[in-house]
């Protein structure tokens, strides 16, 4: 397949070129590298020390012997090269990464609110239409997020992606209806997701566009099989306040000495799934195209939930970190449970990868490698979802 990896510069994109290169597809990166703007602006720096996009590609070639193109191209300020740019490559499919992904930075001023859901509304939008203007028929595959469902206390499992609900009718007749999951985002970052849904329900309805809708989990780790062929190859790795992820973060931060930074009690349960399942389960969404006229196809892309603290726990089991109870930057459910359905990806033949001492401790390695890159006073997060959480936070462990 002719596969277009919008936003391969990134975290899950650029594995995700290489897992599917190496399968024998034909791959382009479309990116505009507003994430490592974002680093300049922020003045942090990947963990693992990464080359520029045309190097890694570079390397690639000379590792694998296979091509991977790249495009700077900037999917929400771009229409008319976007459009351009799909009827001169004619992708059999899209994979859709190329959002601001990280909740905190969504949340730190008026202005990154106000980037973000420019950014992400307009990347999406952009594409759906211009996917029906050339009247190309490609397989759209998005990477969403478990944290549209927002996270309910009430114990039943969430589905994926749509819910049947019971109404009354008129004459006062039963009737079922399967509705999008009502959502719930718990920050702007989130809320542009959820926007998301209802444009692909739009565009899949009204144009038969052909879409898949990946909700994924926190991903963490970040070797893949072919990331680990040459020091070149590496991942970028995020451990800053505003773009690591918790399980990542406490990783890296037992590499350093830092003590393990939990918001809260730690008592809030998330999905996650390992970097090397995120690649596979995308290449099982390809191989599982909807037909035109379908309604949306809806994944829950997750492999486990965990309670932050638990993680903590056992990440300080494994290294000896000590753990700090911190006042928490977010507005968010200081406890609640979470169990979520994924039958759909284990029915593809997906084959969990869990969260296991010996991946955790290659991850710790890696930071320990890599530790003088790391500057500490980029560790805490600091970004408040309210001017009156920012009032009073000490983020000082
Ligand atoms: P990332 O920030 O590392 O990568 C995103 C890439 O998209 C970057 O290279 C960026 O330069 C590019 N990009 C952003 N806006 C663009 C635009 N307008 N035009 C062109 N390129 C643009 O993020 P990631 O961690 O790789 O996440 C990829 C996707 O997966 C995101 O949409 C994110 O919401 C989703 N996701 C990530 C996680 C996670 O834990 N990392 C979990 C669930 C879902
Ligand atoms: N947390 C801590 N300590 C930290 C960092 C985070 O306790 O040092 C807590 C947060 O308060 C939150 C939880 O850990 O309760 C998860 O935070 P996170 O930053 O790991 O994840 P989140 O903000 O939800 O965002 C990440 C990705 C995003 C993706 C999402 C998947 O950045 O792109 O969409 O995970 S999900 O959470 O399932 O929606």
Sequence with gaps: ???????????????????????????????????????????????????????????????????????????????????????????????????????????????????????????????????????????????????????????????EGYLPVQIETMDGAKAEQEILYPTRPGSVYHMTKSLDQILFQFYAQNDGLRITDLHQGIVWGTHTEQTRRHDQLINRFDYDGDYGTVLNRFLIQAAIGYPLTVHGTGGQTRAFIHIQDSVRCIELALNDAPQAGERVRIFNQMTETHRVRDLAERVAGLTGAKVAYLPNPRKEAPENDLVVKNDQFLNLGLNPTTLENGLLSEIVEIAQKFAHRIDRKRVPAVSAWTKEIAGGLNTDP
Excluded at 31 to 40: E, G, H, P, Q
Aim: charged fraction near 20%; include cysteine.
């Design 1 to 159: 397949m002719r596969i277009a990896v919008l936003g391969g510069d990134g975290f899950v994109g650029w594995p995700t070129a290489l897992h599917l290169s190496d399968l024998g597809h034909h791959i382009d990166i479309v990116d505009n590298l507003s994430r490592r703007w974002i680093d300049t602006e922020l003045g942090v720096q990947s963990l693992t020390p990464m080359d520029s996009i045309q190097e890694r590609c570079r390397i690639w070639r000379e590792v694998s012997g296979r091509k991977i193109n790249f495009h700077l191209l900037d999917l929400a300020k771009e229409y008319e090269r976007v459009k351009a740019w799909l009827l001169e490559h004619k992708p059999d499919a899209v994979i859709h990464f190329a959002e601001q992904r990280a909740a905190p930075y969504s949340m730190k001023s008026d202005r990154h609110k106000v980037y973000t859901v420019s950014n992400n509304v307009n990347a999406t939008h952009n594409l759906l239409t211009a996917l029906v203007e050339t009247g190309i028929d490609a397989h759209l595959v998005h990477l969403g997020t478990m944290g549209v469902y927002g996270y309910s206390t009430v114990g039943a499992a969430i589905p």
